[in-house]
């Protein structure tokens, strides 16, 4: 490597006249523009704006040039370089652009292939379905109360004004753990958490209690030894059966959809006088005339039959510690099954008990 | 209840035109619901006409058969006059007898079309029908002969046979025993038409004329008045036991869904049906000595009239003679005193009955019958004498009979019932404005005498409504004339509240856990056998072995509540197996039923509320039911693929879904190895959190899988769930954590095999001190460079510090320090 170079004539220094610094630039970009890939711009960059490179040697060559030569040559081989450096990113920036384009095109998959390695969970349509019928409720205020499967048989009947002799005790088919002197039954309906929840708060009681419970019927399409329930208890000051029916058309319209409401037919239950049926408006053909007629979901009634309901009798009331003298209440019930049967279409009640993973899968992880 | 229309209009004369269809709706709103409406007889179509039989030719048959080709006059029905040939297999008539003829074009029941066509050599031209063909009866042994002033030949028979009706099938609540009658019904359907429409005038069929009692009566004596308040008897004789039903009774008493028998027990029938009062008949000359009402002895024997020998109770009423019991009083009679075809003189008993004592010998003696059912619920204790001589009537009328001129009554109905109420209480309690005039007048609609005095109402309660003794019975009777489609729709103002309760709130974050690590959930019956719980190995002492037992169970291999998840689950992965999904991942939560040595639940009164001590009683008696959550997986638990193989399910999964449950509850979970059925000996995890033991995870044994019939190598967890909720973190506090480097450090530890990974962690984490931020084992190597009985474990160590970057040196202690108490603890020996 050599020093700098003061008895040097500039002019005379063969690589820095113009004529060659201009040859060593129209070479480079030649070759860069010439560069097909980013592989061959790396070899050109490397003999072209490498530390062995004509411009780069001729740069070096610079200091050993006479002062007065310095500058002039200096921008010469300078601008030469700048030019090329600027190419090389140019042409990189292209060649990449390219080489990515080509990438893409590579890699390109076949996205419709299956991707279903990790089987999709669900939860069961009666949880999720109890839960959106809870959390109806709850915005409306109320609370969720819980009790026992396994109860007392005062819980389950006596306090609701289903005495021993009741002849309405035949009308829910028990069953009862042994020994049966000790008065203990699977719960027949969800009725006991009300006597609970009657027994251990004071009003106002705003609750559902949604849960399993058993009667001793065969297991068929329509009937199983253990379904579900929901029931709802309000003891307050001044309820009335008013209070009954804005609760129940508020319940099927959340259910069921806009317009569907409720209708109440006379019946009977022990545990409330007076007591109702509760119809549902078919939410298919709305009693529309002209569809009612043809539809398959009410059988032309227009009603579908949801469940019972009434006036809490005052017997339970004062069995269960309130003063029915101050406090009235209503209480209504039915099958959270039913409910989902016919919202969802399902024809035979043992899909629900069978477990078929297909079942719960339809409905994933909400209802 | 079945009520035919024709049967109602005999005591309420409805509008002409009212369909069968508007007065089941109508009454439905009124609360006897409809449950079915027939039409009987609207099938069919004439031409079916009165025939006379003029002359027959028997002609026997190839066949074996004997067939008769008759000539049947049946005038001008057929258009010309002449004589119809027909051919008929019945040989029960006679020449002469009148018959019920379906000539060609007709059609019987079922669609069944009748055309002249040639059998037997013969063109017969129609049918002569029996009674089962024209659903008059169950008789086909021949065909129906009917009475020689029954008609004329070519009467329609339409117009002759109660052919066609409309039959109302209510389902009647237990309150409303009284509409388990024509009278109940048709008060009801009279009560409508007053209130709704123009009104329709009642005519009560226990409202006759009755004669007095008298001291020729037979005699009778009753012990209980208390069981038997009333008890009517009175005597018809020199019936003509051959005498038949007359067919508008017979049919009456078909469409009311009963059987005809004979006519003295289908006229005792036929007036319960209509009036609701249960009668029972005696053949009088079977009877010895005099009648007396008692309560039976302990162990009496009494052979009922569905030849069962009961053995009675001390609660059961009993009729008696001289011989003993003769009937259950109010249920079911004697087979010694019953009627038969030479029965000649009846003793009709009409008698109330206490409504709980034939509510208890019904249930006790498994004994369920038309009387039963209406003594039990309770009927117009007023009317026995107007039913007895309702069938001395029919008796004398329809089977030749005298009415003996004895009476007998014994006993006296109760004075009615009265209830006192605040006029306005229908109003507040329905929500309805109902005006003062409208609560009398609806009342007084049912049947109650009203009297107000000033803001209080008292009604006296009609007999017939047994049902109606508490103020708010008042109410319903008036919100169900006032309309319960009245009753406007008000949300109620319910106070703020507090949403889910916690448990309720977590319960949801579980589910929805398991359903995103791919659980599907599913609800068993939570009945199990001995055979379950044989198939899960367990040993004689193990507590799930210790099951509360059903009375009554629906199946006897399944007689129990179950103590454990895993027989349901495993049956349904079988099941889903079985239908070609043998991938499957499972879930479910809910309680077991653990029992407790207990006590009994008490009875406790319900005229007030039972004390704090009374209350908690109930729940001792009662067995532990803790919610549980089970999860069973089998087949493959990721799908193989085009990406490559899928992998099996394992102990790892089980173990796995439990941990993540627990971390989705933010509670800290140690497992360690146990033996436990119906798991893997090897392949067992037991859970905890510190002390508190939360279930198992791991491998079921291969005995289990064979015995369930799940896939090989099924896994399966259960957890206490109410456990693991109970630990579960209510507020998560904020992490801290350093923006600082991390520093990495790998170390390979050489341990025992029998040393556990979680042994070997802690101790790195015990002495790493407090620079380590995790640590993860993520190889694990069994082979000759670990050497014989010996693994080699990789971990990552990750160090960081809160306030600077660490230095090498820094990391290098700590990483050194862990392995050191590592080395301590479990021999581990650092690989190179």
Known sequence: MSGPNSDYDPVEVTPLKAEEVEAMREAALAAIAAAADLDQLKEVRLAHAGDRSPLALANREIGALPPQARKEAGQRVGQARGAVNQALAARTEVLEAEHEERMLVEETVDVTLPVDRLPRGSRHPITTGSELIADVFVAMGWEVAEGPVVEAEWLNFDALNLGADHPARTMQDTFWTEPADHHVVLRTHTSPVQARTMLTRTPPIYVVCPGRVFRTDEYDATHSPMFHQVEGLVVDEGITMAHLKGSLDHFATAMFGEGIDTRFRPSYFPFTEPSAEVDLRCFVCRGVAGEVETCRTCRGEGWIEWGGCGVVNPRVLTACGIDPERYTGFAFGMGIDRTLMFRHGITDLRDIFEGDVRFAAAFGTEI | MRAPLSWIRDYVDLPADLTADELAHRLTMLGLKLEALERPGHDMTGP????????????????????????????????????????????????????????????????????????????????????????????????????????????????????????????????????????????????????????????????????????????????????????????????????????????????????????????????????????????????AGPIRVRRATEGEHLTTLDDADRVLSAEDLVVCDDSGPIGLGGVMGGATTEMSETTTDVLVEVASWDPVSMFRTGRRHKLTSEAGKRNERGVDPTIPEAAADRVVELLVAHGGGIAHPGVTKVGRAPAPRTITIDVDLPARISGIEIAAETTVSSLEAVGCEVAVEGDRLTATVPPWRTDLTDPYDLVEEVVRIVGYDRVPSVLPPAPAGRGL???????????????????????????????????????????????????????????????????????????????????????????????????????????????????????????????????????????????????????????GAVREVARALGVEVEVRAVTRAPWHPGRCAEVRAGDVLLGHAGELHPKVCRAYGVPARTAAAEVDLDALLRLAVDVTPAPSFSSYPVAREDVALVVASTVTAAEVEQALRDGAGDLLESVRLFDVYEGDQAGEGRKSLAFRLRFRAPDRTLTVEETSAARDAAVAVAAERCGAVQRA
């Open chain 2, 48 to 287: 079916l006409v009165l025939g006379r039989v003029l002359e027959f030719v028997e002609e026997p048959q190839s066949n074996g058969k004997t067939i008769r080709w008759c000539q049947v006059d049946v005038a001008d029905a057929n258009g010309t006059g002449e004589p119809q040939g027909i051919v008929c297999g019945a040989l029960n008539f006679a020449v002469g007898d009148l018959v019920v003829v379906i000539l060609p074009g007709g059609v019987l029941p079922g669609g069944f079309e009748i055309s002249a066509r040639k059998t037997y050599g013969h063109v017969s031209a129609g049918m002569i029908c029996s009674a089962r063909e024209l659903e008059l009866g169950e008789d086909h042994d021949g065909i129906m002969v009917l009475p020689p002033d029954a008609g004329e030949p070519g009467d329609d028979a339409f117009g002759v046979l109660p052919l066609r009706d409309e039959v109302i099938e209510f389902e009647i609540n237990p309150d409303r025993a009284y509409a388990l009658s024509l009278r109940g019904v048709a008060r009801e359907a009279a009560l409508e038409y007053a209130v709704h429409g123009d009104g329709a005038t009642y005519h009560d069929p226990a409202d006759r004329p009755v004669p007095e009692p008298n001291a020729e009566g037979y005699p009778v004596v009753v012990d209980d008045l208390e069981g038997c308040p009333v008890f009517v008897a009175r005597r018809v004789t020199g019936l003509d036991p051959q005498a038949p039903t007359p067919l508008w009774m017979a049919r009456r008493i078909q469409l009311a869904g009963m059987r005809p028998i004979s006519l003295a027990v289908d006229i005792t029938n036929y007036v319960m049906l209509e009036m609701g009062h249960p009668i029972h008949g005696y053949d009088a000359a079977r009877l």
């Open chain 2, 501 to 655: 309760t916690r448990d309720q709130r977590l319960r949801r974050r579980v589910g929805r856990t398991l359903a995103g690590a791919g659980y599907v959930e599913v609800l068993s019956f939570p009945f199990v056998g001995v055979d379950d719980l044989d198939r899960l190995g367990l040993d004689a002492a193990d507590e799930r072995r210790t099951v509360l037992t059903l009375a009554n169970p629906l199946s006897s291999e399944q007689p129990s509540m179950t103590t454990t998840l895993l027989p349901g689950l495993l049956e349904t992965a079988a099941r889903n197996a079985g239908r070609g999904q043998a991938d499957v991942a499972l879930f479910e939560t809910a309680t077991v039923t653990l029992p407790h040595e207990a006590g009994p639940a008490p009875i406790l009164p319900v005229d007030r509320r039972p004390s704090e001590g009374e209350f908690a009683d109930l729940d001792k008696a009662l067995p532990a039911q803790p919610l549980h959550l089970g999860l069973v997986v089998a087949g493959e638990r990721e799908r193989s693929g085009w990406w490559g193989p899928g992998r099996a399910a394992g102990w790892q999964d089980a173990v």
